[in-house]
């Protein structure tokens, strides 16, 4: 049995230890935001927070996840009211939209870790997490405008 916190929830699962903790949110506790895009750790579709830092969920085995707080896209606010979540909307980010949960989650810890990044800030933070849709700019922009508004009271799982 392999116990965790999961979105400030308590979550024990009895599962391979070995298994990716992509598949176990995913699979066995039906947290769909998370994409599978690489399973190598190279796109960042895959992103989620353990302990506050971003991990790619898809080579992580659940184990590492034991008596951690992990947070997915479903965690960072249940009403969309997170500011990178409404700067993605004022930027209109997304095209096919599938990369941007893991976008999303870097870009929240980005801003956890630096309140007013600079455009190369962002870039280098950013640089894991690929768009096939190049949305790039609209990225950039979501970061800067959020960075305005960020307040670390509606940070990923209430760490400030």
């Given at each position: 049995m392999i116990s965790f916190t999961l979105n400030d929830k308590p979550v024990s699962l009895d599962a391979d230890p070995q298994m990716p903790l992509l598949w176990a949110i995913r699979d066995m506790l039906g947290l769909t935001g998370t994409k599978f895009g690489c399973g190598i750790?190279?796109?960042?579709?895959?992103?989620?927070?353990?302990?506050?830092?971003?991990?790619?969920?898809?080579?992580?085995?659940?184990?590492?996840?034991?008596?951690?707080?992990?947070?997915?896209?479903?965690?960072?606010?249940?009403?969309?009211?997170?500011?990178?979540?409404?700067?993605?909307?004022?930027?209109?980010?997304?095209?096919?939209g599938y990369c941007q949960s893991g976008q999303i989650m870097s870009a929240v810890a980005l801003l956890e870790s630096n309140k007013s990044p600079s455009d190369k800030a962002i870039d280098d933070y950013m640089q894991g997490n690929i768009c096939r849709c190049g949305t790039y700019p609209r990225i950039k922009a979501a970061i800067k405008s959020a960075a305005g508004n960020f307040d670390l009271a509606k940070n990923v799982g209430g760490d400030a």
């Open positions: 750790a190279q796109c960042g579709a895959c992103t989620v927070h353990m302990d506050g830092q971003p991990i790619r969920s898809c080579v992580m085995p659940l184990s590492a996840a034991a008596d951690k707080k992990i947070t997915t896209i479903e965690g960072i606010s249940e009403d969309n009211s997170h500011p990178i979540q409404k700067a993605w909307v004022e930027h209109n980010v997304p095209q096919c």
